[in-house]
């Protein structure tokens, strides 16, 4: 019945072996020759057919003692040892004089090969995503190390310059206070009282200088190192503010200048006392500073969401944009004298700029050159909430 069945398809049998590129087909003599082979059998021959067969070797397949029937059934390697061999499974037959192969091949090997190898790509693919986000984290890791080198670097040459500022600022008010002193040692006695008094003004000045400088340096300083502690709470900034306007008083008055404290700055603040204390009296000192006699210093605040603005304006000398940035960079430490030649220590906008910072807050000021100046930082605004 199956020999009926594939008797009608004999020619395409054939061809279909013939052509085949998964089924091997071969037919050899004893004499060692070959007489046919398939398309695939040919793509696994590496030079001399006979000699291709390599285990069973094509001697060892003539020795087996049937003449006829199956002599073979297994994996049959076919190559060349020294480049390249393939394993098909195969049954080899023997009619006398003629060997036939056919062989393949094996599905249950080949599916298991293809699940190993599914296996193995699974395996490559994890490894690869994971060397993807390792290769990732270190282009980041050394991303951060360059930008924490260029900061280093920075800090550095900040530290030089600051230093070397420093060494200026203290060194012109020590070298006044040596000078002077050693001056009134020398000619008290030959000094009447008004160039003594002159003198001594002119070394209690400096010495004062020159400790609201060590003074302004220790507290940035510890600012830096963190050792300020930062205890924010409701504060009342009105009264917060009238209390440093009277500590100011004195100061203004010396050049009749008015401080006014607007209505809109009875507002509640999330903020700590000391911190803000500092950067309003270094503001108003600032005003102060720079602003002719009988000039005017003008507080409000403006709340906007949940932070306020908060402006110390003054219409003084003003500031030119050239020097507007300067103004809070530790490498320049920027000051000059104000309208009576009065002295900074240069340390006290940044201080600002740093308590404000803490705040979560952000600090600018608004300039012209003969028209006066707005410094304004932004606050918290305190919620119930918090």
């Known amino acids: 019945m199956v020999e009926n069945n594939f008797s009608e398809w004999k020619s395409e049998i054939y061809d279909a072996l013939a052509k085949s590129r998964s089924y091997c087909f071969a037919v050899y003599s004893s004499e060692k020759k070959l007489i046919f082979a398939n398309d695939a059998f040919q793509a696994l021959i590496k030079g001399d057919p006979c000699e291709s067969l390599i285990n069973p070797s094509y001697e060892k397949i003539i020795s087996f003692e049937i003449k006829s029937g199956l002599v073979f059934n297994g994996y049959l390697t076919i190559g060349d040892n020294n480049t390249v061999n393939t394993s098909i499974f195969a049954n080899i037959y023997r009619n006398d004089d003629k060997i036939m192969i056919i062989g393949g091949v094996d599905i249950l090997l080949l599916t298991e090969q293809n699940t190993n190898l599914h ?47 420093l060494a200026h600022d203290l060194r012109n008010p020590i070298l006044s206070i040596s000078g002077f002193s050693e001056l009134l040692l020398s000619n008290f006695r030959n000094y009447d009282e008004e160039k003594m008094e002159k003198h001594l003004n ?16 220790l507290l940035w300083s510890r600012s830096q190192s963190g050792k300020i502690p930062f205890e924010p709470k409701a504060i009342n900034f009105k ?49 102060i500073k720079f602003s002719h006699s009988k000039g005017k210093i ?22 030119g944009q050239g020097e507007i940035a300067r103004l809070w960079q530790i490498s320049e ?46 606050m918290p605004l305190y919620s119930e909430h918090q």
């Open 119 to 165: 296996k193995m790509n699974a395996e490559i693919g994890a490894l690869q995503r994971e060397l993807l986000q390792k290769t990732h984290q270190q282009e980041i890791t050394m991303k951060q190390l360059n930008t924490a080198n260029d900061e280093l670097i920075k800090a550095n040459q900040d530290k030089d310059s600051f230093l070397k500022i």
């Open 202 to 217: 002119i070394l209690h000045n400096s010495a004062k200088r020159t400790f609201d400088l060590l003074e302004e340096l």
């Open 239 to 287: 009264t917060l503010c009238k209390e440093v306007i009277s500590l100011m008083t004195e100061s203004a008055r010396s050049k009749e200048i008015d401080i006014i404290s607007q209505d809109n700055t009875d507002i509640q603040l999330f903020a700590d006392a000391n911190m803000l204390r500092t950067i309003m009296r270094n503001l108003i000192s600032n005003a």
């Open 298 to 319: 003008t507080i409000t605040a403006k709340p906007a969401g949940a932070f306020a603005t908060i402006t110390v304006s003054d219409n003084g000398v003003g500031i």
């Open 333 to 378: 430490v920027y000051t000059t004298p104000g309208t009576k030649g009065e002295k900074g220590t240069g340390f006290g906008l940044m201080l600002c700029k740093e308590f404000v910072d803490k705040h979560g807050g952000k600090i600018f000021v608004e300039s012209e050159v003969g028209k006066g100046s707005n410094f304004q930082f932004t």
